[in-house]
């Protein structure tokens, strides 16, 4: 069982750019999250699906949308790039209370 | 606002000793609070969760409390190991206990020297 992927591991994008970070689990949980995480701050909620059709804003949900289309995946987008965006973005699920994270994605937007 | 404070500073501490780490919150009541264990380059994984009507929480090394009077938990690691080195992060629920939504403390970096 692979957990949860994410594709691409790194990406570096100009601002003004779009694109979408995928999330995928095999574990058939209801429950993904997404988060981002920067230099002395902690992980911060940007989106969250309690279900397959379903999604809700976190935290800093603002330059961002979401799509959950299935179970196993909830992809992220950025439309409209911008440096403030460079972080590394954390896909979870949730098993229960417990979060399964995937490896992240590193982003860079000059 | 639901404010969560971890020791920003790293903490080293020598093989063999007992590392705690402290989290901190303001202005709520979780209903449980989880502590997840975070290498260079890699996603946060759980380690443990304390309810609030818990006390103290131990799996193996690992020891956890909770004390909903000065809102905080203590997170211990007993017989450290260099293996141990990482970051942890402190995560109280958040929200109704149904999203499942925690909001999580900058961490603590723990370096054991040998």
């Known amino acids: 069982n692979a957990g949860v992927t994410q594709t691409p591991k790194f990406q570096v994008l100009k601002t003004g750019q779009s694109m979408t970070l995928q999330c995928a689990q095999d574990?058939?949980?209801?429950?993904m999250y997404w988060y981002r995480q920067d230099p002395g701050m902690g992980l911060r909620l940007i989106y969250y699906s309690a279900s397959e059709g379903t999604t809700d804003k976190g935290e800093v949900p603002n330059g961002y949308n979401v799509s959950r289309l299935n179970k196993r995946e909830f992809s992220l987008r950025l439309e409209s790039a911008a440096p403030s965006q460079t972080s590394v973005y954390f896909c979870?699920?949730?098993?229960?209370?417990?979060?399964?994270f995937g490896p992240g994605t590193r982003l860079t937007v000059t | 606002s639901q404010k969560i404070e971890q020791n920003s500073e790293a903490l080293n501490i020598q093989e063999g000793k007992t590392a705690t780490l402290t989290c901190n919150y303001t202005n709520y009541s979780p209903a449980y609070l989880q502590w997840y264990r975070q290498d260079p380059g890699r996603g946060p994984v759980f380690l443990l969760l304390?309810?609030?009507?818990?006390k103290e929480k131990r799996k193996e090394r690992l020891k956890v409390t909770f004390d909903t009077t000065l809102k905080q938990s203590l997170f211990h690691i007993t017989a450290s190991q260099p293996a141990d080195s990482a970051t942890y992060l402190c995560a109280p629920q958040a929200g109704s206990s149904n999203t499942g939504k925690l909001i999580f403390g900058q961490g603590t970096t723990l370096q054991v020297k040998p």
């Open positions: 304390i309810r609030e009507n818990e």
């Open positions: 979870a699920t949730r098993w229960q209370e417990e979060q399964y």
């Open positions: 574990m058939n949980h209801n429950s």
